[in-house]
């Protein structure tokens, strides 16, 4: 059965972490990414740890098994801390992670809690040296009188160890809560993005920061919105996008001035009236904003939707995807439990033709651009059976309901995915449920 | 005792949906159960399932603003202590109470609306009148923004009527924006003692903590929401002038004085 990309199918790949339905709240995975090459897949958790899988390449003659993520490092990038003067904690939940082009030898991602953002550095060491004579069997020093012969010491082949140590921390920088964070196409800077103001940062300094957006009202009665998402644009080094809780997405130059309040597009679709309600507001907030790889398009995310924008048209998207249309009708008790404050995150595949996106009940949605067409698929530990393939689901909005399908009144709302993340090139796809993370591949015919 | 919030549980969605006028139970509705029955494995509402969504009419239209205005009220209200709101979420439920005081706003003064919303009128326009002269249906005058029949009787200065006149819906929603109504209590209560000498009043109770200078000035104009109060602090002023405490505080300071407040009504009331 043909899918989104043509003949392509998805199949069951690998899953992490715990199988017991007891989830433990620091496991919880706040998001995953991918880097460059797609050889490293990032996650991170709400506990403040970062775990980090690489693509084992396997021999390419068995195009069945293509390759393996395992554990490549895991360490605790942030720790949770008490902001004595407002009496508050800051949650260590890793909200973003970003990788930076690799340039040498070693990684390096940014990772953000809500208030810090730290640059780390992940270096493998699999060699050490041996035969200083420096050193008595015990570990003294040798007095150096004694020392007759130079040695040079030898490197020698060790297991392989991969170290994580943090380079940089960008802290005091923010007021509110951090959302996003997006790496500049120069490699030099990058900005960070909070309710209320976005930064941009130099990656060698980190005693200050540049603001270019502050939309902070004079007087705080009168703020009616706030910031949801920030990015920069995959080519031009000076152009960049936020979104609005008001369903609006601001680009901005930074050629044009040193504070960016006033945007050089806005893009907003004018509301259906046939569709307002007193939840209208809430669903057009916008939860993630992507540009496409080629960087003509972006990407937004609402709650019931996902939006295609050309850059050169700000008056409406060129094309808009309903990702659960059946959830209008139940806006009123979404809002009463608290789902229609979720934010789901979307993301494009490798040569933009499809996109894809999380929603309830562990079921996630691709919707393929030029074949005009979409699938639901559901990560599950039922169909976890090695090269399984997933079939897609149906969900009943009313009237009778077919064999196979579930109906509304069924899904469970606390299984939500709202974190996806696609390789660069290949299609494998990474999904992170609750407390499992899920890679999903394409079968090869 | 004055009445505090009372969670809101399911039931009281579908209690509202009994309530709708006979002439909400439609085809649709009736539809909609036998899909319920049919849809359903388990036979009864699983564990993230949602019920059936009311059917439209001008009736249910109210109720779900009502709802929704409980909600919301109540949403705002609710807080853990050490945890910082989202500035998102507040500001999308804050939003949305805007939005429906504009609907109630233009439904006229015909409609009979709920104490509470005139109270978020006071909030928004403060030039407008305390009272809710939607309220006038069947009493006649004006009402004033008064609580439940167990407000004590001391406050007879004649113009506390009970109100009997409101819809059921509406009751229903009285008890989530308890902590709001008292407050508002409070102030008519000063109102009305307000020419007693205060000093007698408070003399044996310590108030140093409670001393702010904006609290005591908003009472004798009759504003039910004091001057100067944010529902989200400016938090790049992180240090205040002594004195102006609670007021220019955050949502959860202003919360907390509230209930201090409905402390030292106790207090007066009782005495």
């Known amino acids: 059965m043909a899918g989104p990309g043509g003949d392509m199918q998805w199949c069951f790949s690998q899953v992490k972490g715990a199988i017991d339905d007891d989830v433990a709240e620091a496991d919880i995975i706040s998001t995953v990414e991918f880097n460059h090459t797609g050889e490293l897949l990032a996650t991170g958790d709400k506990g403040g740890r970062v775990v980090i899988f690489q693509q084992e390449i396997e021999n390419k003659n068995l195009p069945q098994f293509r390759s393996e993520y395992n554990v490549y490092s895991t360490f605790q990038s942030h720790e949770p801390e008490f902001d004595y003067l407002k009496s508050l904690e800051i949650e260590e939940k890793i909200n973003k992670i970003r990788w930076l082009p690799q340039k040498n030898a070693a990684q390096f991602l940014l990772s953000t809690n809500d208030k810090t953002i730290k640059l780390w550095k992940i270096s493998e060491r699999d060699k050490r040296p041996e035969g200083y004579n420096l050193k008595e ?55 960070s993005a ?252 | 005792m004055l009445g505090r919030g009372v969670k809101r549980k399911w039931s009281c969605l579908e209690e509202l949906e009994a309530e709708a006028a006979p002439a909400a139970v439609t085809e649709e509705k009736q539809q909609q159960q036998q899909q319920r029955a049919e849809g359903e494995e388990d036979g009864g509402e699983d564990e993230g399932g949602l019920p059936a969504a009311p059917p439209k009419s001008e009736t249910s239209h109210l109720q779900q603003r009502q709802l929704v205005l409980g909600l919301c009220l109540e949403k705002l209200q609710h807080y853990q202590a050490g945890v910082e709101l989202s500035l998102r979420r507040s500001v999308l439920l804050v939003n949305t109470l805007r939005q429906i005081q ?53 406050e007879a200065d004649g113009s506390h009527d009970p109100q009997k006149s409101l819809p059921a819906a509406a009751a229903a929603t009285a008890t989530a924006t308890a902590t709001i109504s008292a407050f508002s209590d409070a102030v008519n209560a000063m109102g009305y003692l307000g020419d007693l000498a205060l000093d007698d009043i408070f003399e044996d ?67």
Request: proline share 6%; hydrophobic share 35%; charged share 25%.
């Open chain 1, 194 to 445: 909070d309710d209320l103001r976005v930064n941009l940062w130099n990656l060698e300094i980190t005693d200050r920061s540049f603001n270019i957006v502050d939309i902070k009202p004079a007087n705080m009665e009168e703020l009616t919105e706030v910031i949801t998402a920030a990015e920069f644009h995959p080519h031009q080094c000076n152009t960049f996008v936020y979104s609005s809780s008001k369903g609006t997405i601001r680009l901005c130059d930074m050629r044009a001035s040193a504070l960016c309040d006033k945007h050089s597009k806005l893009f907003e679709e004018p509301e259906d009236p046939s569709n307002r309600s007193f939840f209208s507001e809430i669903i057009s907030s916008i939860s993630d904003v992507k540009f496409s790889h080629n960087g003509r398009y972006m990407m937004t995310r609402d709650y019931l939707s996902v939006k295609i924008w050309d850059l050169n048209m700000e008056n409406r998207p060129v094309e808009t995807y309903q990702v659960h249309e059946y959830l209008r009708s139940k806006l009123c008790s979404l809002y009463e439990n608290d789902c229609i404050f979720d934010k789901f995150e979307c993301c494009w595949n490798g040569n933009d033709s499809v996109v894809m996106t999380g929603s309830y009940n562990n079921f996630f949605r691709m919707f393929d651009r030029g074949h005009r067409r979409d699938v639901t698929l559901e990560a599950s530990r039922e169909n976890s059976k090695p090269m399984q393939v997933l079939k897609p689901r149906k969900v009943c909005a009313g009237g009778k309901r077919k064999k196979d399908e579930i109906s509304v009144d069924s899904l469970d709302f606390n299984k939500k995915i709202l974190h996806t993340a696609w390789h660069p090139q290949d299609n494998i796809i990474a999904v992170a449920t609750t407390n499992n993370l899920y890679i999903f591949q394409d079968k090869v015919n």
């Open chain 1, 137 to 191: 069997e015990d570990g003294r020093y040798k007095d150096p009188n004694t020392i007759t012969a130079l040695r040079v010491p030898v490197l020698i082949p060790m297991d392989l160890m991969v170290e994580a140590s943090p380079r940089r921390v960008f802290a005091n920088a923010h007021t509110y809560h951090i959302n996003s964070i997006s790496v500049n196409s120069d490699n030099e800077t990058y900005l």
């Open chain 2, 102 to 154: 504009e609907d109630m706003r233009s439904d006229g003064p015909g409609t009979c609306v709920h104490p509470d919303s005139c109270l978020l009128r006071g909030d928004l326009r403060r030039d407008m009148p305390v009272t809710c002269p939607g309220c006038a249906e069947g009493v006649g005058g004006h009402l004033p923004l008064s609580s439940p029949p167990e407000f004590p009787p001391q």
């Open chain 2, 205 to 271: 109770i310590d108030t140093s903590m409670y001393e702010t200078s904006d609290l005591p000035s908003a009472w004798p104009t009759g504003s039910p929401w004091p001057v100067g109060v944010s529902l989200w602090a400016d938090e790049d002023v992180k240090l205040r002038a002594a004195g102006h405490g609670s007021s220019s505080g955050s949502l959860q300071s202003c919360l907390l004085d509230l209930n201090e407040l409905d402390h030292i009504m106790e207090i007066l009331v009782q005495s």
